[in-house]
């Protein structure tokens, strides 16, 4: 009997530490977003759409970010993925 006790209990440990690690991953996104502009989203799409038009390429390919210095300045940061040719 202790043999099937122990098979029980490594499942829900194994899936308990998945599930903490895939919150851990959404907190960081949602951590990550938190200081970005409403307009941002926008942007991007609006961004991908104009790229689109002369080469094709996925939308996980466009990283937008942006960064606040101490001097009230910010500074939008686009990287795209170009797909050789």
Known sequence: ???LDYFKRSKPKASAQTAKERLQVIVAHERAQRGTPDY???MKRE???VISKY???DPADLQCSIEHSDQNLSVLE???TLPKE
């Open 55 to 57: 080469v094709e390429i």
């Open 78 to 80: 686009l990287n795209v």
């Open 47 to 49: 961004i991908l759409a």
């Open 1 to 3: 009997m202790a043999l």
């Open 40 to 42: 941002l989203p926008a």
